[in-house]
Every structure is written in structure tokens, then in C-alpha cells.
């Protein structure tokens, strides 16, 4: 059986997402990787900084002449279903980034059950050390029951690439905008942990001006109401200008909190009247990227998906389920387009 290290893996999009997972595959030991973009200038400094092969087109014939195991696709998410196709046409296990819309989505999912193929839709949170700590604390009970839950996630979006205008790259656009980008980015998690809501109420508007940025929504707000009773209630901005992403947890016996630049979660004893801290470990974040992107979880959520590949592991996220967390989106959109209440289980 072939190794992690000996799989040929084809990089679709040597942006900034592309450049990334050709580090994280050097970092799980992979050699054979080649990129494809349809940009000269991204093929040649993806060749010229890792060391890659790169093609100028990518077709059927090109494929199958280098036999590739994987597909790691990390072109912008308008386009992501146009190389699942390809993936599922050839029967070739794919890695996709995360995305916003679901363009051929039912097709694709039932091309993927019906081949039995790998389909491996990103959820990189899922990964980060302090929200698998997060995971491990609630699941044990030690909270008690959880009653609410506030969380905000942040960044100012021209600080996304700042090599960059936002007008050049696809968070500028309405149905990829960056707020929006961002709402199942962190729903998958959520979702993870918490499961899917019944109903849904929510709001997106734009705030405040920013260049580049004239068509999109900045600011994402909603309230999921579980049958249990649970309350989550949600804020996602892309004009924050601190990069910032903060938890609540209230449970009965319990309260939790973080903040993803502590590198700890806080639980609050009423017993001791103390915090009790719990520390994790991080790698650095890439240079140029904010200091608490840290890169570990992208490397082990494609250490995740190359295990599938291989037939020694499950990758934790599925296509169904990321269809969920987009209806998810779409049904917070639809509560405030009509000014009510959303029932998600009849969406």
C-alpha cells in the first residue's frame, strides 16, 4: 500500500490557499506535487519558491498522463465545482476548500456515493488545538447542561491579503464576499459540536465603506435556537480591525471562555470561585498571515484527507454535510430578506 509520502498530488489554484497546502503537503512529507493556475506569474513563483512542477492547462489526457492520486482543490469557491467534476470524472479522491456556494452540489454528491469516492470539503477549524480542547471539555459534561453560547469572529478584510486590493480576489464579490465566505467557515465547527438548529433568525447588512469592497455584505449576525433550549448567538465581521475570535460558554455547572490569541480556555469552578486554565500548543503562523492563523491545522486536516485517500481513515467532514451548513447560511440570509423566524428543519 502506498505511504502519505509517496502520493502525487495536483495543487488546482496556486493563490494564497494553494501556496499553503504546498507547504503543508512538504510538511507531511509529500515530494510529488504538482500545481496547476491558469496565471503565469502564480505557476512560476509556486515553481520558483517550492520547487514544483506546474501546468498551464489541466485536462483529462494531462491527468491521466500523471497518474495522480489526489486533487487538493484551492481555486476561488465560484469555480470549486468545475474541478470536482473533473475529480469525480475520473475517480480521483479530492480535498476542496471551504465554500459559500453550491453550484452542481446534488450532482456532484451523488457522483461522489455513487463511485464511492473520497470527497474531503475543507472545515480547517475543526482542527485548531484550542477549539478540539474546546470540544473535549463540552463532550465530557463538565459544563453541565450548555443554556447559551456567544461567539464573534473578526478581521478587517483588507488586512485578509495585504499584497493585494480587495477588488482583485474573489471576497470583493457579492455571492463570495468575505463575510459571507466566512459563515460556514465557522458553522462547520459549531455545527460539530453543537449539531444543526431548529430555528433561525438573522440579519447581513453593510456597515461601513471599504475599497474594493463596494458590492458585499460586511457583517453577519444570527440567533440558532435549539429544541433543546440551547441559544447560540453569532456575530461574523470582516471590519473588525483586531483579528478576533471570542467564545462564551454558559453551562449549568460551568462557564467557558477564549479567545484564540490566549493560547488557554478558561472554565470558571463556582466550587473554587477560580478559573482553571487549560493550555494548548500552536505552531508559528505563516509570515505575512495574522499571528493566530496558526498552520498546524491546516497541515493535519490534510494529513486528514491524504489518510482517507489512502483507505486508513475517514475524513471527518462529508459533501452532505457541507450542503447543511450552506443551508444553514442561506437560511439566515432568507430570515432577514423576509423579516422573520426561520423553522431550518423544513428548509
Known sequence: MKSVESLKVLVVGLGSMGKRRIRNLRALGVK?????????????????????????????????QYGFDAFVIS????????????????????????????????????????????????????????????YEIVKSGELGKVTNVTYHSGQYLPDWHTYEKVSEYYVSQKETGG??????????????????????????????????????????????HYENGLLINLAIDVVSRYGTRKLL?????????????DQSIEVFNPD??????????????????????????????????????????????DLEYDRNVLRL???????WNEKRYIDYTTV
Open 75 to 134: 481555486v476561488p469557491p465560484a469555480i470549486h465545482h468545475h474541478y470536482m467534476e473533473l475529480s469525480v470524472s475520473l475517480g480521483i479522491p479530492f480535498f476542496v476548500e471551504a465554500s459559500v456556494v453550491d453550484h452542481g452540489l446534488d450532482n456532484i454528491i451523488a457522483a461522489v456515493n455513487e463511485n464511492n469516492l473520497v470527497a474531503a470539503p475543507s472545515g480547517t477549524l475543526y482542527f485548531h488545538n484550542g477549539i478540539r480542547k474546546i
Open 249 to 261: 460558554i454558559n453551562g449549568s455547572k460551568k462557564q467557558l471562555r477564549w479567545s484564540w490569541e
Open 272 to 317: 473554587t470561585n477560580q478559573w482553571d486554565s487549560y493550555k494548548y500548543d500552536s505552531i508559528e503562523a505563516h509570515e505575512g498571515y495574522n499571528k493566530n492563523i496558526t498552520e498546524q491545522m491546516y497541515i493535519d486536516e490534510l494529513g486528514n484527507f491524504l489518510n482517507a485517500a489512502l483507505g486508513k481513515e475517514k475524513f471527518f467532514n
Open 179 to 224: 463575510a459571507r465566505e466566512i459563515v460556514p467557515f465557522e458553522l462547520t465547527w459549531i455545527t460539530k459540536l453543537f449539531g444543526f438548529p431548529q430555528n433561525v433568525v438573522g440579519s447581513y447588512l453593510k456597515t461601513i465603506e471599504i475599497e474594493g469592497a463596494e458590492e458585499i455584505e460586511d457583517t453577519y449576525n444570527a440567533i440558532l
Open 32 to 64: 510529488n506535487i504538482v500545481g496547476y493556475d491558469s496565471r503565469p506569474d502564480r505557476r512560476k513563483e509556486a515553481q520558483d519558491k517550492y520547487d514544483i512542477t506546474s501546468l498551464e492547462t489541466v485536462d483529462t489526457n494531462t491527468i491521466q
Open 329 to 335: 447560511l442561506y437560511t439566515i440570509e432568507q430570515s
